[in-house]
């Protein structure tokens, strides 16, 4: 995930102000939250009305990707409409694989 850096040492020697959300976290906390998975969570309410464009060839095509697959954004979806076949828990997030690369900006 990107961090806008505003500033350092502050409130304690090891505290990295941040600017995206403005709050001040210590440097191993930066860390890990550099190095999360990179995954969306999409509210159902913004997925519905997409739901049309869920079989076209484009959709099928990045289904089959393996980071996508590796979530089941497929089988979400199929949970999201209430396939009877999809045999999953109701949901009211669809979770994607984000393409970005986690980094920092420094100004």
Request: net charge negative; with cysteine.
């Amino acid at each position: 995930h990107h961090q806008m850096i505003w500033g350092a040492g502050a409130p304690a020697a090891d505290g990295v102000c941040l600017v995206n959300s403005v709050n001040c976290v210590n440097a191993a906390d930066l860390q890990v939250m550099l190095g999360a998975e990179r995954v969306l969570t999409i509210y159902c309410d913004d997925v519905e009305c997409r739901l049309a464009s869920a079989n076209t060839p484009r959709a099928l095509e990045l289904f089959a990707r393996p980071r996508w697959e590796a979530l089941d954004v497929a089988g979400q979806i199929a949970s999201l409409v209430g396939d009877p076949s999809a045999d999953r828990v109701a949901v009211n997030k669809v979770a994607i694989p984000a393409e970005y690369v986690a980094g920092i900006s420094l100004f």
